[in-house]
C-alpha cells in the first residue's frame, strides 16, 4: 500500500478517534462542569490511551502473533491487554486498592464497561492492520502477476538475444552440409530451449533438474556458437525433487560469456548444492586482465533482484564480488517446502 494512503487511513482513524471522544464528553457535559483546560486535558488523555490500545493490536498483537499463525497466543495476549487497559486511567485506585484503602468509587461495572470498550478498540486495532496486509498482498499478487509477464517477455528479447539466436542459426546452416547430423542435433537443442523458455516462464516454480538441463542446453549452444572453444565445470550437489523459480539463474551464466573470458585456459566455474532447505548456487568466470563483468547486462541486476524479492521475499541471500580478474556470485535460497 503507498505510503500516503498508510497515512491518510491513519490519519482518519485519529480523526474518528478524536470526534467520538469529544463528542461523548460534550454528551456527558464534561465541557460544562470542568474548565477548559482540564477537560482538554482529559480529551488528550482519553485520545492517548485509546490509540495505544490501537496501536497495541495494529503494531503488535496482528504482525507479531496473527500474521504468523500463533492465533492461540494472539487471543491470549489480545485479553490480557484489555483487562489490563482499563485499570490504566484508574491506577490512582488500583494503588489504593492495594494499600488496602479500597478502590475510591472505582465499580465493577465501570470496569466491565471499559473492559468491553477496550476489546472494541483493540479489535478495531488488530483488524485494520489485517485490511492493510491484505491490500499489501493482493497488490503483491498483481505484481508477481506482472513480474511473470515481464520476466517473459525480457526472456525472449534480452536473455535469448537476436545476435545469440542468429548465431546458432548460422551455425547450424554451415553444418547442413558437411555435418548434418550434428545440424540436426542442434536445430533440437535449439528447439527444446525455446520449448523450456516458453512452457515454463510464467511457473511460479520448476524442478531444479530441468533448469540445470535448460542451462546445460544453453552452454552447448554457445559452445558452438564459439566453435567448442569452452570450458565449463558444473558441480552439482542436489536433493530430489527442489523447486525453484524459472530462468533465476541463466542471466549470471549469460553475463559470464556476454562479458567475461570463457575457454579452454580460463573455464566458467558452476555449482548448484541443496541441503537442510537450502540452494546455493555460484558462478566464477574470470574477467581477463584490465576488465570486468557488466552486471547490468541481460535481465540486469536490478531486475533480478526485483524477480528476487517478489518471488523469495526475505529467504534468499544474493553476494557479488568484481575483484582482480574474477567475478563471483553467490546465491542462497531457501527451499520450499513440498
Not at 147 to 175: A, R, T
Amino acid at each position: 500500500m503507498k505510503r500516503t494512503i498508510l497515512y491518510s487511513l491513519h490519519g482518519f482513524v485519529w480523526f474518528c478517534d478524536l470526534s467520538i471522544i469529544f463528542l461523548v464528553t460534550l454528551a456527558g457535559n464534561l465541557w460544562a462542569t470542568k474548565s477548559v483546560l482540564v477537560s482538554t486535558a482529559m480529551v488528550l488523555g482519553i485520545t492517548a490511551w485509546s490509540l495505544s490500545l490501537f496501536y497495541i493490536g495494529y503494531s503488535f498483537i496482528t504482525p507479531k502473533l496473527f500474521s504468523k499463525n500463533r492465533f492461540g497466543a494472539g487471543v491470549v495476549t489480545s485479553i490480557a491487554v484489555c483487562l489490563i487497559f482499563p485499570l490504566i486511567p484508574h491506577m490512582a485506585n488500583v494503588l489504593s486498592a492495594i494499600s488496602g484503602n479500597g478502590w475510591l468509587g472505582y465499580t465493577l461495572s465501570g470496569y466491565i464497561q471499559v473492559f468491553f470498550l477496550s476489546v472494541f478498540i483493540c479489535a478495531a486495532g488488530i483488524l485494520f492492520r489485517a485490511f492493510v496486509n491484505w491490500i499489501d498482498n493482493q497488490q503483491k499478487k498483481k505484481e508477481l502477476e506482472n513480474e511473470k509477464l515481464q520476466s517473459k517477455l525480457m526472456v525472449l528479447i534480452n536473455q535469448n538475444n537476436p545476435h545469440f539466436i542468429f548465431n546458432v542459426l548460422n551455425n547450424i546452416d554451415s553444418l547442413i552440409t558437411s555435418k548434418p547430423a550434428k545440424a540436426s542435433e542442434t536445430i533440437n537443442k535449439l528447439s527444446g530451449f525455446l520449448r523450456y523458455v516458453y512452457s515454463n516462464s510464467e511457473k511460479d516454480r520448476v524442478n531444479l533438474t530441468s533448469e540445470i538441463e535448460y542451462i546445460e542446453n544453453y552452454i552447448e549452444l554457445q559452445s558452438l556458437r564459439l566453435d567448442n572453444s569452452i570450458k565449463v565445470e558444473l558441480d552439482r550437489d542436489l536433493q530430489e525433487d527442489t523447486q525453484v523459480a524459472p530462468m533465476l539463474f541463466l542471466p549470471f551464466i549469460e553475463n559470464a560469456f556476454k562479458h567475461g573470458l570463457v575457454d579452454n585456459e580460463h573455464p566458467l566455474k558452476l555449482m548448484f548444492s541443496t541441503k537442510n532447505k537450502e540452494l546455493k548456487f555460484e558462478c566464477i568466470n574470470s574477467t581477463g586482465s584490465g576488465s570486468s563483468n557488466q552486471s547490468d547486462s541481460g535481465f540486469g541486476l536490478a531486475n533480478i533482484i526485483k524477480r528476487l524479492d517478489l518471488m523469495y521475499s526475505s529467504k534468499y541471500c544474493l553476494n557479488i564480488e568484481n575483484r582482480e580478474n574474477v567475478y563471483a556470485v553467490s546465491l542462497s535460497l531457501l527451499i520450499d517446502e513440498n
